[in-house]
């Protein structure tokens, strides 16, 4: 099992930034990403963000290209997500979720375990 803990959400005005964690414990892969999805109220859960662990490849949805950036730090079993230049429209609550296979990164589907979520609330 791999337990995932995110944080860093909150509430932040628009064109703010902020920074999100999400720390890994539990069984390790020798090959694996991790990913960001959110959701919004009444909306399906999307792709955000996703980094290859082993060589540190790194994917991003088209709606954050520019503005979020992810990154790992491999002692610490942690991934990030940096969020800037954010938009009312990138309020949802933000999981974090493991491909232990590294799939497809933008395929809900692909990963097999995941956060409880941290709300990131963006006002206008």
């Known amino acids: 099992q791999v337990q995932l803990v995110e944080s860093g959400g909150g509430l932040v005005q628009a064109g703010g930034s902020l920074r999100l964690s999400c720390a890994a414990s539990?069984?390790?892969?020798?090959?694996?990403?991790m990913g960001w999805f959110r959701q919004a109220p009444g909306k399906e859960r999307e792709f955000v963000a996703a980094?290859?662990?082993?060589?540190?490849?790194?994917y991003y949805a088209d709606s954050v290209k520019g503005r979020f950036t992810i990154s790992r730090d491999n002692a610490k079993n942690t991934v990030y997500l940096q969020m800037n230049s954010l938009k009312p429209e990138d309020t949802a609550l933000y999981y974090c979720?493991?491909?232990?296979?590294?799939?497809?990164?933008?395929?809900?589907?692909?990963?097999?375990?995941w956060g409880q979520g941290t709300q990131v609330t963006v006002s206008s």
């Open positions: 979720a493991v491909d232990r296979y590294s799939r497809p990164v933008g395929v809900l589907s692909n990963y097999d375990y």
């Open positions: 539990g069984r390790t892969f020798s090959s694996y990403v």
């Open positions: 980094i290859r662990w082993s060589v540190g490849s790194t």
